[in-house]
């Protein structure tokens, strides 16, 4: 118990930085920016406490917002993951996750990408909507949510790999 | 009263979501708003000293490019003081009214509808709000927010921004603003449709804001186009500044802010 408590923590502070310091400095081909953060809410253990998730998951989008100015828009979008994510969860690995206790990295892959894929454009949805907050801009929220979207779960699937420890 | 608390207690997951939801949706808005945006901001002290001991791992990047720059502006100004050095009892004095100081960006966006900078300089180095910000090429933005060290600029390149700007041939002047769409320029609105434009003109600073002095440089007229109604123009202008790299600025301070700032009140 004591040692997800200190991967969380550990990740909670390292995802933080590397949004903060790498990810948003990045701007690659002017404006794609991923937003790999969201792999701290998708990686929370399964079998755990749900207020606990969003309240964790808000205050991780309130200090981004904090250092990146905006708003209020990384907290909403982060709590309203936290929220949904059982639904999903139930979606991508079948009714009986919760009994199983799965582990995300031993689960097929297949599964594991929807479930990554669906929360993430959720997530970068919600986020481009509150910063763009204009109903007329519909069509550049569309556009960054899929492009910004697909950057970032290709660096979240990436990062998972290089840190998931493989029992096979 | 036991329904109500089961109630409560049943559904205290979407309870907590529900706050914590509405507590950012009414950050977000908030920010939105020109005056209220006061909560969270990079100027405070722990994301500020955090942007700006990264930024310094930054600075050794780009010392070259900055040297350039440097180089340039240097150059430049030698040759005017050349220049001047004869007709200089012809400058007037209102050369006297701003007043600079250097600051160096620690953090900076320019992929978002609203981007802020943030400087190293704070309240305790006498920076207020609404002062302007400039590089030695052309137009930054305006401080809104100081903390004692570091405070926060809304770049030109934020849809919130409206700065007063002219034509420099004509001195037509208009609002300048953005559209939130590319990096490299922003919109100028306001100008007749009687002016005559030419691609390549000038835009500078109209001097009528009392945040910035008159003939700062801003860009290049691009292209132009009438509005909606036919009498007024939309001109692109493309900026001088690469608000993609900006390492060094000065933060103007004009020293009669606060009195033309009163005469406008007691006007109203």
């Known amino acids: 118990m004591n040692s997800t408590l200190f991967i969380n923590t550990a990740r909670f502070i390292a995802l933080l930085l590397l ?55 990384h907290a909403a979008a982060a709590v309203s993951i936290a929220y949904m994510r ?28 929807t479930y990554f894929a669906l929360l993430i454009l959720i997530h970068h949805f919600i986020l481009f909507t509150l910063v763009y907050f204009d109903s007329s801009k519909f069509k ?29 | 009263m036991q329904q109500l608390l089961n109630f409560f207690f049943k559904n205290r997951t979407f309870l907590l979501f529900l706050m914590l939801f509405s507590f950012s949706i009414v950050l977000t808005i908030t920010s939105h708003d020109y005056h209220k945006s006061r909560f969270l901001n990079s100027s405070a002290l722990m994301s500020g000293s955090i942007h700006a001991f990264f930024s310094k791992i ?23 003081n050349l220049n001047r050095s004869i007709q200089y009892t012809a400058v007037s004095n209102d050369a006297d009214n701003y007043q600079l100081t250097p600051a160096s960006v620690i953090k900076n966006s320019y992929a978002f509808p609203q981007n802020y900078l943030t400087l190293n300089k704070g309240e305790r180095d006498l920076i207020k709000e609404d002062m302007g910000v400039i590089t030695s090429k052309g137009l930054v933005g305006i401080i809104d927010q100081t903390s004692s060290k570091y405070a ?66 801003i860009g290049r007229i691009e292209s132009f186009q009438l509005n909606d109604t036919k009498d007024l123009y939309i001109i692109n202008v493309s900026l001088f500044n690469d608000m993609t790299h900006l390492r060094h600025v000065h933060i103007i301070e004009n020293l009669d802010f606060e009195e033309l700032k009163t005469l406008k009140e007691k006007n109203e």
Request: with cysteine.
């Open chain 1, 86 to 113: 059982p639904a999903f969860l139930k979606f991508s690995f079948g009714a009986a996750y919760e009994y199983q206790a799965i582990k995300l990295n031993a689960a097929e892959a297949l599964p594991r990408l």
């Open chain 2, 58 to 80: 930054g600075n050794y990047f780009n010392l070259k490019k900055e040297n350039i720059l440097l180089l340039e502006e240097n150059n430049r100004l030698k040759a005017l």
């Open chain 2, 152 to 217: 926060r600029v809304i770049s030109i390149l934020n849809t919130k921004s409206k700065i007063n700007a002219k034509l420099k041939k004509s001195n037509h002047f208009g609002t300048l603003e953005w559209n939130g769409e590319n990096h490299r320029s922003v919109q100028l609105h306001d100008i007749q449709d009687l002016v005559k434009l030419a691609k390549g003109d000038t835009v500078v600073t109209s001097g009528y804001s009392s945040i910035f002095p008159e003939n700062i440089p």
């Open chain 1, 19 to 73: 949004q903060v310091l790498v990810c948003n400095q990045l701007n690659f081909m002017g404006s794609l920016n991923p937003y790999v953060y969201v792999l701290f809410v998708l990686l929370y253990p399964i079998v755990s406490n749900r207020m606990s998730l969003i309240f964790l998951a808000f205050t991780l989008g309130l200090i981004l917002d904090l250092f990146l100015d905006s708003g209020g828009a």
């Open chain 1, 140 to 168: 550049i929220i569309l556009y960054n949510t899929l492009i910004n979207g697909g950057f970032t779960l290709l660096l979240v699937w990436l990062l998972n790999a290089l840190f998931s420890s493989k029992k096979s």
